[in-house]
Structures are given as C-alpha cells and as structure tokens.
C-alpha cells in the first residue's frame, strides 16, 4: 500500500484536550481537523481511591472518544505535552482494531489548528 492511501493521523493530546487531524476522505485530499475530545478530569473527592479510580475511568472514555473519530488507522503521529501520548499508544496496541497501526510520538506545544495541521502533512510527507 502505497503512502498515499494509506490512513493516517494526527493527534495532539495532552492529559484534558485533544484535537485529531486526518485526511478529508480518510485515506486521501488534504489533512483537516476531524474533531476534538475534551476530557474534564475526575470531580473533587475526597476518597482517594475513588478518586483514582474515577481518573483511570475518565481516561480510558477520553482515548475510547478519541479512537472513535480514527476509523481504522494505518499511521498515527502523536504530539502534545507530558505522558499522555505513551499511554494513548498503550490503549491503542492494546485495542484489536489498532494493535497494527504505525505510532510515532514527538513532544510540542499546543499550537493553533492551522500549525497543527501543516505540522502533521509535514511529517507524513
């Protein structure tokens, strides 16, 4: 399969927003932003555990919301600040449906959409 139907992705992530950048007919045309994923963390509780577990919980909706607006990835590049992406990467090879998708992961800012994009078809082109 040649680079240019082959389904990829872009994803900024940080730990409360992410914004998911790919292809106006999936696998080919230009990138645009497909969506954007809000995560709003666990509420104040003053149990712990609850509150851990309510994080895990949280997280695991926040990347099921995000894999859901990717139908079937061959490439992901990930981009954002911290941890997250690691984790992210984690949900998706632990996903059957994703398991086989390429991920590159790079550490950036939050930019605006139009950075993102051009910052995306650069890396796959």
């Known amino acids: ?10 994803v900024w992530i940080d730990s409360h927003n992410a914004i998911i950048v790919g292809k106006e007919s999936v696998d080919k045309g230009e990138f645009i932003i497909l969506g954007q994923v809000s995560n709003p963390g666990p509420d104040n509780n003053s149990n712990e555990k609850t509150a851990n577990n309510q994080e895990i919980g949280l997280t695991h909706k926040y990347f099921k919301e995000i894999a859901g607006k990717m139908p079937n990835i061959d490439e992901i590049h990930l981009t954002g600040t911290g941890q997250i992406q690691e984790q992210f990467i ?3 090879s632990d996903t059957p449906q994703y398991k086989n998708a390429q991920s590159t992961e790079s550490t950036s800012n939050k930019m605006s959409d139009e950075n993102l994009i051009l910052f995306i078809a650069k890396h796959f082109n």
Do not use: I, V
């Open 1 to 10: 399969m040649s680079d240019k139907n082959k389904k990829q992705f872009g």
């Open 90 to 92: 984690k949900f998706l």
